[in-house]
């Protein structure tokens, strides 16, 4: 199992230098700031079912980007919206009116966007006031790309250092390349980490098409 420890000694003698180990950690920190933006790797998914109880859900604390969100009784899709138009209704399969769960109030959310650090589900839900016990907030499958776990420890460890190493070691290498003003051992460094993090996002796309033939079906509005 790759380990935070492993990282440091193998960044250490790539780069032949025993003087840096107090400046590994501040590297480390920029690097995993680049894989939240950068690296989109089927070991980053993560999923979770949240109740639509409010209009605005506060985003996990780990959330990069968003996957998918569909409807946990239906399985349809939520339509992801814009953030501008601010365009609410739209017309909707028959499935969301046949398979969604509706409340006490008959409102189905169809829709999302992303505001702020919050999810916001259109339209609004409306919920009952004065609270009604017997009323069942609509539930909701969340995927979503996390943010990897931060290595702190010698033995932290995280899905990408152990399933994708070559992210870490060559985007620390880089930044020790940049530390040592060495322009040319930062670039090499630079165009590996980026190889490795373009194969990743590459196979996370051919493999959610891997399996049985795709089909496409045709959707029907009325």
């Not at 209704?89 to 499935?95: K, M, P, R």
């Not at 620390?172 to 630079?190: C, H, N, S």
Request: hydrophobic share 45%; aromatic share 10%; proline share 6%.
């Amino acid at each position: 199992m790759a380990s935070y420890q492993q990282l440091q000694n193998d960044v250490q003698n790539w780069l032949n230098r025993r003087d840096i180990a107090s400046l590994i950690p501040d590297w480390v920190l920029m690097v995993e700031t680049e894989i939240a933006e950068t690296l989109r790797a089927r070991c980053m998914i993560t999923s979770g079912t949240q109740a639509i109880d409010a209009a605005y859900i506060t985003l996990p604390s780990d959330f990069a980007t968003m996957a998918s969100i569909r409807d946990a009784t239906s399985g349809e899709l939520l339509e992801l919206k814009d953030a501008w138009s601010g365009h609410w209704t739209g017309v909707y399969s028959s499935a969301w009116r046949e398979g969604a769960v509706v409340g006490a109030v008959g409102q189905v959310c169809t829709a999302y966007r992303l505001t702020g650090d919050c999810i916001e589900f259109l339209p609004h839900p409306v919920i009952p006031d004065p609270p009604d016990p017997a009323w069942m907030p609509q539930q909701v499958l969340m995927e979503w790309y996390a943010r990897p776990k931060p290595l702190l420890l010698p033995s932290d460890t995280n899905p990408i250092l152990e399933q994708l190493y070559a992210v870490y070691l060559w985007g620390v290498i880089k930044y020790g390349a940049l530390f040592e003003l060495d322009d040319d051992r930062a670039a090499q460094a630079d165009a590996q980490w980026q190889q490795v993090v373009t194969r990743a996002n590459l196979w996370k796309q051919q493999s959610d098409l891997s399996g049985a033939p795709l089909r496409s079906e045709l959707v029907s509005f009325g």
